[in-house]
T-cell receptor, first 112, second 113 residues
Framework: QKEVEQNSGPLSVPEGAIASLNCTYSDRGSQSFFWYRQYSGKSPELIMFIYSNGDKEDGRFTAQLNKASQYVSLLIRDSQPSDSATYLCAVNWNTGFQKLVFGTGTRLLVSP | DGGITQSPKYLFRKEGQNVTLSCEQNLNHDAMYWYRQDPGQGLRLIYYSQIVNDFQKGDIAEGYSVSREKKESFPLTVTSAQKNPTAFYLC????????????FGSGTRLTVV
């Protein structure tokens, strides 16, 4: 059974701080990794994806992948109250076809 | 604009009743998916379809049925056999050549009354 684990939170950070969200997964044969943001009552939206070990930066967001340790993280710099949402980690173990397994999500609260 | 349309936004089901949730996409995506989300939970895969006229069960297919007669459409029927159907249902699609990750619809919130 392939599993994706996240701390449910809430993770509380002050405005302007760095928020660090973590995700671990159960099987080394994973292919690609995704971070989605989901506001309450809304559908998830893709904010980052990463395939290779190391860091990938996009604006205030950085995804970090360590396949040997089976974890992927998301850093949000200069956190804003509008970043307050649930962040879902997803992993794809398939090649040539995407079938994502999602974690339960971490709720982030950014206080002004 | 291209996207995925789910309807209705809210749906109420009586005990013993079958209901069908609509999912239509105009993105020309081959693969489509149905996920269920319960409060405080992640997304769990119900059914998925890689091509027209073909679909596979996901992790929690019992009590659900789907069809894929057209590339654009992937309706989900919640049958009376599904004993706990109250949840947020999300439809998604993807295509290998248009980038990674899913495009999601806006979801249908189903409540049993």
């Amino acid at each position: 059974q392939k599993e994706v684990e996240q701390n449910s939170g809430p993770l509380s950070v002050p405005e302007g701080a760095i928020a660090s969200l973590n995700c671990t997964y159960s099987d080394r044969g994973s292919q690609s990794f995704f971070w989605y943001r989901q506001y309450s009552g809304k559908s998830p939206e893709l904010i980052m994806f990463i395939y290779s070990n190391g860091d990938k930066e996009d604006g205030r967001f950085t995804a970090q992948l360590n396949k040997a340790s089976q974890y992927v993280s998301l850093l949000i710099r200069d956190s804003q109250p509008s970043d307050s949402a649930t962040y879902l980690c997803a992993v794809n173990w398939n090649t040539g076809f995407q079938k994502l397994v999602f974690g339960t999500g971490t709720r982030l609260l950014v206080s002004p | 604009d291209g996207g995925i349309t789910q309807s209705p936004k809210y749906l109420f089901r009586k005990e013993g009743q079958n209901v069908t949730l609509s999912c239509e996409q105009n993105l020309n995506h081959d693969a489509m998916y149905w996920y269920r989300q319960d409060p405080g939970q992640g997304l769990r895969l119900i059914y998925y379809s890689q091509i027209v006229n073909d679909f596979q069960k996901g992790d929690i297919a019992e009590g659900y049925s789907v069809s894929r007669e057209k590339k654009e459409s992937f309706p989900l029927t919640v049958t009376s056999a599904q004993k706990n159907p109250t949840a947020f249902y999300l439809c998604a699609s993807t295509a290998p050549l248009t980038g990674p990750g899913y495009t999601f619809g806006s979801g249908t919130r189903l409540t049993v009354v």
